[in-house]
């Protein structure tokens, strides 16, 4: 996305963290500070300065936006209406389709699937209702504990805690917590396959292949050595 924007440009990034600022890609422009409201301070300040003639341009646009967003929602309930079905496998339009049907309105979903996040993002119709933390890391082990602590924090709200088999393991001992304080945190585990996203990983190096298992792999060889 960087990539097709013009050089021209007027970029301003807002992080928490100002050692976050200009990190990865140039900007013109680096704030630190609370993202919503620095945010609603900026548009406060556009709206006293924009023309009537741009004005009408972003209205417009905004127009275009949502018509091309509820095109995609149409596409995408098609698509979770098509029938899928194994008598080995749950498929993961099926988990989301049920997802819909059965979770509050108001969720807040902690995301920690890494080869199921793609279907989460795509299929599961996000409203400013819902909450939702995940990373754009390979982090395992996060989800269930952060589920746990932020049932603090959001009051009465229904907690979904998606986790792949492998981050399940290593986070599983959070279950007691959430059962000793009754914490609103739903678990749900996908099985895909264990650890596949290290497979993928590995696989980059070209020393795995769809018939071999973590076992088979010779972390001794100095390829694996990051240090």
């Not at 599961?124 to 932020?150: D, E, L, V």
Request: overall charge positive.
């Amino acid at each position: 996305i960087i990539k097709d924007i013009s050089s021209d440009t007027i970029m301003v990034q807002i992080m928490q963290n100002p050692h976050e600022l200009g990190k990865y890609h140039p900007i013109s422009h680096g704030i630190a500070g609370d993202l919503e409201k620095n945010v609603s301070l900026l548009i406060k300040q556009l709206r006293l300065t924009i023309s009537e003639k741009s004005t009408k341009e972003i209205q417009q646009r905004i127009k275009s936006i949502s018509s091309l967003t509820n095109k995609r929602c149409l596409h995408i309930q098609e698509e979770l209406g098509k029938p899928e079905h194994s008598d080995k496998y749950i498929y993961p339009k099926q988990i989301i389709k049920s997802m819909i049907e059965t979770l509050p309105k108001d969720a807040v979903f902690i995301d920690e699937a890494q080869s199921f996040s793609w279907f989460l993002k795509r299929y599961f119709p996000f409203t400013t209702n819902h909450i939702a933390y995940g990373t754009n890391a390979s982090h395992i082990g996060w989800g269930m504990p952060f589920a746990a602590g932020a049932a603090s924090h959001h009051n009465n709200k229904k907690l979904v805690c998606i986790v792949s088999d492998s981050a399940f393991l290593m986070g599983s001992q959070t279950l007691g917590t959430i059962a000793k304080y009754r914490l609103p945190v739903l678990v749900i585990v996908i099985n895909n396959g264990g650890f596949s996203s290290l497979k993928i990983e590995f696989g980059n190096y070209g020393k795995i292949d769809d018939e071999q298992t973590i076992n088979e792999l010779n972390f001794n060889d100095k390829q694996f050595n990051y240090s």
